[in-house]
Structures are given as structure tokens and as C-alpha cells.
């Protein structure tokens, strides 16, 4: 299994980015997809889950401003990232999950992604 991120970069306050995972996963539907985010001296944060049904859940801090999809013909997941604040700033890593429970917590998670940068700037 291989997963990577890609789409990071630097963006300004208020800005958007949509970052991309590519994973090499048999069956890519039958996986829920999920990405969480580091930031700098900080434990690593839940961000957003797409499940293999396609139910989306969100951490408190994006909700209302990130969006995650998936089109299971390209074994892909997205994040869409709008009005990026400084607090968005934080290695963005893609994950997947065989199992259902724990979804919002990086140990319901089997395999990871190398994470991909986003910082926003002013």
C-alpha cells in the first residue's frame, strides 16, 4: 500500500488549496480515506474523513471551510481548503482505514501517506 499527498504549498490568509492523495490500494472503495494534520510542537489533528460510503466528518477547526471527496476510478481523495488561516499552517498527511471504528483518531488508521506542507502567510 502507497499513499501520496500532494498539493501543499504556500498560500495567503484567506486563501485555497486542494491537496491531493493518490493511493495504490486493491479495491480503493472499500477503504475509508482520511487526512490529518501536524503542526510544528503540536500533537497530530483529525481533519476530515471520507468513508468507503462516502459519509464525511470533520475535525471542529475545518468545518464549514475544508471539503473532502473521492473519485474511487482514480483511487484518489481530496481536500479542499478555503479561507486558510495562519493556524492552518501544518504538514498534511493522507491516511486509510480497513476498519470503521476510531475514524477521528490517527490509531483507527493502517497506513499513511509522507504528508505534504501547506503553510499560509500573510
Known amino acids: 500500500v502507497q499513499l501520496q499527498a500532494f498539493g501543499g504549498g504556500l498560500v495567503q490568509i484567506g486563501g485555497s488549496l486542494r491537496l491531493s492523495c493518490a493511493a495504490s490500494?486493491?479495491?480503493?472503495?472499500?477503504?475509508?480515506m482520511g487526512w490529518f494534520r501536524q503542526a510544528p510542537g503540536k500533537e497530530r489533528e483529525f481533519v476530515a474523513v471520507i468513508t468507503s460510503g462516502g459519509t464525511t466528518n470533520y475535525g471542529d477547526s475545518v468545518k464549514g471551510r475544508f471539503t473532502i471527496s473521492r473519485d474511487n476510478t482514480k483511487n484518489t481523495v481530496y481536500l479542499q481548503m478555503n479561507s486558510l488561516q495562519p493556524e492552518d499552517t501544518a504538514v498534511y498527511y493522507c491516511?486509510?482505514?480497513?476498519?470503521?471504528?476510531?475514524?477521528?483518531?490517527?490509531?483507527?488508521?493502517?497506513?499513511w501517506g509522507q504528508g505534504t506542507q501547506v503553510t499560509v502567510s500573510s
Open positions: 490500494i486493491p479495491i480503493f472503495s472499500k477503504y475509508h
Open positions: 491516511a486509510t482505514a480497513w476498519r470503521s471504528g476510531e475514524l477521528r483518531t490517527s490509531r483507527g488508521y493502517d497506513y
